[in-house]
C-alpha cells in the first residue's frame, strides 16, 4: 500500500500559479504512474495529469497542456503539479494517485492508492 499526502493547494488570483507537492510513502517501488487528478463542486473526478517515476513519460489532459507540469523529485519520493496560468475553471479538489499498471494513466478507476485532496480555488 501507498500512503499519499498532497499540500500546496489555496486561493489564487486567476492568472497566478501554485504548486501542488504530493509525498509518496510506503511501498512506493510498486508504482508506476503517478497521476494528478480534480474535482470540482457538483462534477465528476477528471484527469489532469500523469507522469511515470523516472520520468519519462507523462500525459495531460487538454485543458491544462501548456500551462500545468507534472514533474518527479525520486530522492524525495515527491511528485509535483506546477499549475500557471491558473483560470476559475481549474477551482477543484486536486488528488495525488499511485497506479501499480503499465496502462490507462488517464483512468481514474486504475489507480490503486489515494490522497486525501487539496483545494485550489481560483478567483476571477
Known amino acids: 500500500q501507498v500512503q499519499l499526502v498532497e499540500s500546496g493547494g489555496g486561493l489564487v488570483q486567476a492568472g497566478g500559479s501554485l504548486r501542488l507537492s504530493c509525498a509518496a510513502s510506503?511501498?512506493?517501488?510498486?508504482?508506476?504512474?503517478m497521476g494528478w487528478f480534480r474535482q470540482a463542486a457538483g462534477k465528476e473526478r477528471e484527469f489532469v495529469a500523469a507522469?511515470?517515476?523516472?520520468?519519462?513519460?507523462?500525459y495531460y489532459a487538454d485543458s491544462v497542456k501548456g500551462r500545468f507540469t507534472i514533474s518527479t523529485e525520486n530522492a524525495k519520493n515527491t511528485v509535483y503539479l506546477q499549475m500557471n496560468s491558473l483560470k476559475p475553471e481549474d477551482t477543484a479538489i486536486f488528488y495525488c494517485?499511485?497506479?501499480?499498471?503499465?496502462?490507462?494513466?488517464?483512468?481514474?478507476?486504475?489507480?490503486?492508492?489515494w490522497g486525501q485532496g487539496t483545494q485550489v480555488t481560483v478567483s476571477s
Open positions: 507522469i511515470t517515476w523516472n520520468g519519462g513519460t507523462t
Open positions: 494517485a499511485a497506479s501499480r499498471r503499465l496502462y490507462g494513466a488517464t483512468q481514474a478507476r486504475l489507480y490503486d492508492s
Open positions: 510506503g511501498r512506493t517501488f510498486n508504482s508506476l504512474y
